[in-house]
C-alpha cells in the first residue's frame, strides 16, 4: 500500500491533468480533457485516483450547472490535502510560508540572518522549517515538501547555487543538505523563476502561454515563460533585464559594464545618484521616496531615469519575444507613483511595432510572495516527481 | 484511397515521428522511440503507412550496425518522394529555390521585382512559380507545397503580411491570392523566422531545444527557437535584435529611436557611417568593404562599431534567454573579417556570468537559403497538415 501522502499514478498527462485542475479548477471532466487536449477516457482515469488519494474532490452535482448545459461534477484541488514550505533567502533575512495545495499561504515567518555562510543559513533554515511544520502538526495536515528561493545562479535540477552574490555563494549543493537537515524533498530555484512558477500557476500567468514577470527593487530581475514553460537558460542565466546595457555613457554596474538597467534603477543605484546630484544624506529607500514626493528635483530626476530604464528592458524583452503580458512586480513598486509614467512611456517609445500592443500590468506583491514562489516550485515538484 | 501525395495519418504523434527522422535519420524505430519519448508500438504503427506512402524508406540489413548491437533496418525519408518550392521575395528581387521533401536545393531561380504592389509581385511569383514546376515535371515528382518569405510583420497562421516596410505593404492576405494563383497549398511567414525553421530542421540548431539565428545585412534580425518551437511573438513582433537600443547618444534609427543596433549596424548604417566619417562617395557595400579592407580608417571604424553593435545585441538575447548557441548568419558576412573579432569581444564584455559560454558560431548562408528555409516552412506545413 502507498503512503497516505503519495501521488498518484505518475505520469506526465495525470501531472497535466493535475495542474490544469490546480490553476482552472473547479473544471468538469470534460472541460479539462478540452484544455489538455486529452481524451475523456484519460481524464476519467487519472482524476480517479487522484479522487481516491484525496487530492481531487468532487463537488456535488450543480443544478445551475446543469442548467447551463453543463454536465454536473467538476472537480477541484483540495488545497487542505497537503501543505508545502517555501524560504526565500536574502543577504540579511529568511522569509518562510507555509502554504497549502493550492499555494495560499496559511503561515508566514521572518527570521533575522546575521551570517551568509551556508552553515549558519542551514541552521537558521533548519529552525524555520522546524517552527512552521510545528503549526502544520497544528493543523493535522502533512507537509510534503520545502522549496527554497535564492537570487543569483541555480541550477535547480542539481539542487545546487552555483552563483550568489547577495549571499556569497559559490557552488552550495543546498538542495543535498536541506534534504538532510530537513528530511523533506527540497527544491531549489532562482527567486525571480519561483516568484513566476507561483504567477503562471496561481497569480496573473494563469493560462497564459508567454509572459514576463519584472521585479524591481534590490536588483532588477525577469522572469519568462515561453510556450509555457519557464525559461531557465542552456547555462544557467536568464531573464537578465537587470543587465540590458541601455547607455555606454552610464552608471558603472557591479557586473563591468556601464549603463545596464540595473545600474540605473534598483534601489542602490537611485539612492547613489540622489546623493550625487542633491548632496543629501539619505540613509535608505524610504528616505529617497519621502524626498522625491517632497518635490526634491534630484530625487524626482533619479525616479524618472529608473522609470525610464525599466521601460526600455521591459521593451527589449517585449520586441525579443513578444510576451502576451508583462507583469511588473516586487519591493521597488513602493516608489511606483515616482516612476510609473515614465515607464510606460518609455515602453512605448522603445516597443517595436506592434510588440507595444503587450499588457503591461503592475501587481504590488508582499514580500511573503517570494517565499510562497519558494512553495509553489515545491508543489511543483510534488506533481512532477517520480 | 487517398490521393498518392496524400501525407498518412494525421496525428501530432506521426507528425512528431517524421520529424524526428526527417532531422535525425536514418533511425532505427526503437532509437525514433527513445528520441520522441513515444512507445515503440506507437512507431512501428506510424512507420508503416509513411513507408507504405512512400515518404519513408527501410534500407537493407546492414551487417556493420548489427555488429554494432543496433537492430536492423534504419529508416529515413525519401527526399525525393515530393517536391516543394520556396520564395523569399525582396524589395528588389524574388528568389525561388525547387527543394526535395529533405529540404535539398534541386533548382534555384532568380528573378527581378521591378513594380512592388501586391498584385506586380503576386504575377511574378506566378510566374517563378510555373518556371520551377515546369523543372519538377521534368524530375516526375509532385509539388506538394509553396512557402513564401518575407521580411517584416508577418501572421502565418492566418497568411497575412501584416506590415512589411521593404515591399510597403499592410495587410496583404497573400496566403490565399498565392493560393489561387498557383493552386498550392502556401505558407506565409516572416523571412527570418523562414530561414530559422531550416536550421531548426536541418541546419545548425537540429537537436538543439534553445538557439538564436542572428541575420545581419540589410536588416538585423534575429530567430529564436525556444523549448524546441520558433518564437512567433503573442502580437507578431519577436526577435527584433535590430531595434535593441544600445546608445541613446547613436545614430537616428527608422523606428524612431537612437542607437538601434540596426542603425549602426545594417549595411546602409555603415555605409552612411562611412561617407560621413571619409566623405568618400561609396555607392555600396562592396565598396565600402573594399575601402575598410584596404585601411582606410574611416570604413574600418565604422564596421568595427557595427561589429561591437551586433555582439552586444547577442549578449542581450543571450543574457534574457541563455541560448545553447547563437549562429550568425546573413549576407553581411561578407564583411566578416572586418567586425568578427568585435561581435566576439563585444558578446563576451556583455554576456553576463555563464551566459558568455553560448556557442557563437558563423554560418554563411548564400542568399538562396533564404528561399529554402521559405521551403522549410512549407514541407513543416505538409507534415502537420490535417
Known amino acids: 500500500m502507498q503512503p497516505p501522502e503519495a501521488f498518484p499514478a505518475q505520469t506526465p498527462a495525470v501531472a497535466q491533468i493535475f495542474t490544469t485542475v490546480l490553476s482552472h479548477g473547479p473544471l468538469t471532466r470534460s472541460e479539462v480533457a478540452e484544455r489538455t487536449a486529452l481524451s475523456a477516457a484519460a481524464v476519467t482515469k487519472a482524476v480517479r485516483p487522484l479522487i481516491e488519494a484525496g487530492y481531487l474532490v468532487e463537488d456535488a452535482d450543480d443544478a445551475a450547472r446543469r442548467a447551463l448545459g453543463r454536465p454536473a461534477n467538476p472537480v477541484r484541488v483540495d488545497g487542505g490535502r497537503a501543505l508545502f514550505i517555501g524560504v526565500k533567502a536574502t543577504g540579511?533575512?529568511?522569509?518562510?510560508?507555509?502554504?497549502?495545495?493550492?499555494?495560499?499561504?496559511?503561515?508566514?515567518?521572518?527570521?533575522?540572518l546575521t551570517d551568509q555562510d551556508p552553515r549558519a543559513v542551514l541552521a537558521a533554515i533548519s529552525d524555520l522549517v522546524g517552527e512552521l511544520r510545528t503549526e502544520a502538526e497544528g493543523l493535522g495536515v502533512p507537509v510534503l515538501g520545502l522549496g527554497l528561493a535564492v537570487s543569483g545562479d541555480v541550477d535547480r535540477a542539481r539542487g545546487v547555487v552555483r552563483y550568489s552574490p547577495f549571499l556569497g555563494w559559490s557552488e552550495v549543493p543546498l538542495a543535498e543538505l536541506a534534504g538532510m537537515t530537513c528530511g523533506l524533498p527540497v527544491t531549489v530555484e532562482n527567486d525571480v523563476r519561483a516568484l513566476t512558477v507561483a504567477e503562471q500557476w496561481f497569480g496573473a500567468g494563469v493560462g497564459l502561454s508567454d509572459f514576463a514577470l519584472v521585479t524591481v527593487g534590490a536588483g532588477i530581475g525577469c522572469g519568462l515563460v515561453v510556450h509555457g514553460q519557464v525559461v531557465a537558460g542552456a547555462h544557467g542565466v536568464a531573464g537578465e533585464i537587470?543587465?540590458?546595457?541601455?547607455?555606454?555613457?552610464?552608471?558603472?554596474?557591479?557586473?563591468?559594464?556601464?549603463?545596464?538597467?540595473?545600474?540605473?534603477?534598483?534601489?542602490?543605484?537611485?539612492?547613489?545618484?540622489?546623493?550625487?546630484t542633491t548632496g543629501a544624506d539619505v540613509a535608505d529607500t524610504a528616505q529617497a521616496i519621502d524626498l522625491a514626493r517632497r518635490g526634491e528635483p534630484g530625487a524626482r530626476e533619479a525616479y524618472a531615469a529608473a522609470g525610464e530604464a525599466i521601460g526600455r528592458g521591459i521593451a527589449t524583452v517585449a520586441n525579443l519575444f513578444g510576451p502576451q503580458r508583462v507583469i511588473i512586480s516586487g519591493e521597488g513598486l513602493a516608489a511606483y507613483d515616482l516612476f510609473a509614467e515614465q515607464i510606460r512611456d518609455s515602453f512605448t517609445a522603445y516597443a517595436f511595432g506592434s510588440a507595444a500592443q503587450c499588457d503591461v500590468q503592475t501587481r504590488p506583491l508582499p514580500f511573503e510572495e517570494w517565499a510562497r514562489g519558494a512553495a509553489a516550485t515545491a508543489i511543483q515538484s510534488f506533481i512532477r516527481s517520480d
Open 92 to 112: 540579511n533575512e529568511l522569509i518562510g510560508v507555509l502554504t497549502d495545495l493550492c499555494c495560499r499561504i496559511r503561515v508566514a515567518r521572518h527570521l533575522p
Open 242 to 276: 537587470g543587465h540590458v546595457a541601455i547607455d555606454p555613457a552610464g552608471p558603472k554596474c557591479r557586473c563591468g559594464n556601464r549603463g545596464c538597467v540595473e545600474a540605473i534603477a534598483a534601489d542602490a543605484a537611485v539612492l547613489d545618484r540622489i546623493r550625487e
